[in-house]
Structure formats: structure tokens, C-alpha cells
T-cell receptor, first 114, second 116 residues
């Protein structure tokens, strides 16, 4: 079975500050891991994905995440927050091998203050 | 540019009424997913189709929900009869599975359902 835990349902940062959103996963098979972003009244958009290539993954809008097998983590970071980053962020896991069924975390709402 | 479309975007109905939500996946995609999003439960997978065949609908209440793909360009999710607890945003997503590789799921804008 697979699961995802996102630590912190709400994170608040100042504009220009580091963004760190935490995600830990549980998987009995090699996982694929993803971060999605959801802006108000919109669907989910893929930020980045880990599919067993490089462990440091760069995504859109300056975000990146590092897969750490020893810590079963896939935390999302951005060096400098922008007001437009305010949104809800979801970590998700699936099995490798083309199955494609995503298991989502509960989400973290990011607020960015001036 | 290619995107998943969903209709209607908003639906308000009364308890007991039938609700049908429609999704047009991206042309060429062979997998379609239905998700439900609520404040309490977050994002839940309801059903998953590949090449129009249902692969997994274990997340869907079978007594009132049904999901179909009449053809490759249309997926439907039906609730009959609807109940207030069905109020949620329903997302459709599509993707392409080729061999053993994973490809991104593209999400539609969602249908916001309110059952009074």
C-alpha cells in the first residue's frame, strides 16, 4: 500500500523568504512522486515529478524537490517566495510501472505575505 | 492548446435529483480518472479507466454513482439520486500510459456540485 503525509496544512511565509513544504511517503515498491499546485477555483497543475532518474528534480516556477529514500521524503522548496505562489500544494505517489493511480496527500495551503 | 474540459462548471440541484457530469479528455490520451475533492476528505479517486474500460472504481459508492466512457472523447459521472453529502468539486483527469512508463495526468477545471 502507498500513502503520503504532508506535514502542515497551512504554511505562511514572507515574500522573498524560503518556501519549504514537507512530504513523506510510504511505499512497498519503488515510488514515483509528484507535486501538484492548485490555484483557487482551478484544477491541479503538475509542478514537478520524480520517476527514478535524478533525485533532485526541478520544476516550473522555480520550485524543486529532492527525493531522499533514507528519509522517505520528497520536500518541495523554492528559494524566494513570490506573491503568486500562494496556492494549495499536493504531494502524490504512484507505483512505477505505468499503473498511474495517484495517491494524494491532504494538501498544504501556502500563504505569502508582503 | 490541448486541455481537459468538464461540463458543467457549476451545478446546484436538489436532493434526490440525477446529476450528470461530463469530461472530454485530451485527444490521444488512453486513461481517464474521476476525483472528488472536499474539505473533509481531500482528493479521492473515484474511478479510473484505461482504453475506455473501468480498471478501478473501488472509491465510488456503487449504489448511487456510475461512471462510463461511451467513446474515447467522452467520460461521464452520474449520481442518482444525489444527496447533500455529494456536494464537492469533481475533477476529471486524463493521461497516456505507454508500456511501463508514467506520464502526467492533466486535470480539468472541475465541476462544483452543490446538493441542497
Amino acid at each position: 500500500a502507498q500513502s503520503v503525509t504532508q506535514l502542515g496544512s497551512h504554511v505562511s511565509v514572507s515574500e522573498g523568504a524560503l518556501v519549504l513544504l514537507r512530504c513523506n511517503y510510504s511505499s512497498s515498491v519503488p515510488p514515483y512522486l509528484f507535486w501538484y499546485v492548485q490555484y483557487p477555483n482551478q484544477g491541479l497543475q503538475l509542478l514537478l515529478k520524480y520517476t527514478s532518474a535524478a533525485t533532485l528534480v526541478k520544476g516550473i516556477n522555480g520550485f524543486e524537490a529532492e527525493f531522499k529514500k533514507s528519509e522517505t521524503s520528497f520536500h518541495l522548496t523554492k528559494p524566494s517566495a513570490h506573491m503568486s505562489d500562494a496556492a494549495e500544494y499536493f504531494c502524490a505517489v504512484t507505483r512505477s510501472g505505468g499503473y498511474n493511480k495517484l495517491i494524494f496527500g491532504a494538501g498544504t495551503r501556502l500563504a505569502v505575505h508582503p | 492548446d490541448a486541455r481537459v474540459t468538464q461540463t458543467p462548471r457549476h451545478k446546484v440541484t436538489e436532493m434526490g435529483q440525477e446529476v450528470t457530469m461530463r469530461c472530454q479528455p485530451i485527444l490521444g490520451h488512453n486513461t481517464v480518472f474521476w476525483y472528488r475533492q472536499t474539505m473533509m476528505q481531500g482528493l479521492e479517486l473515484l474511478a479510473y479507466f484505461r482504453n475506455r474500460a473501468p480498471l478501478d472504481d473501488s472509491g465510488m459508492p456503487k449504489d448511487r454513482f456510475s461512471a462510463e466512457m461511451p467513446d474515447a472523447t467522452l467520460a461521464t459521472l452520474k449520481i442518482q439520486p444525489s444527496e447533500p453529502r455529494d456536494s464537492a468539486v469533481y475533477f476529471c483527469a486524463s493521461g497516456l500510459v505507454e508500456g511501463g512508463s508514467y506520464n502526467e495526468q492533466f486535470f480539468g477545471p472541475g465541476t462544483r456540485l452543490t446538493v441542497l
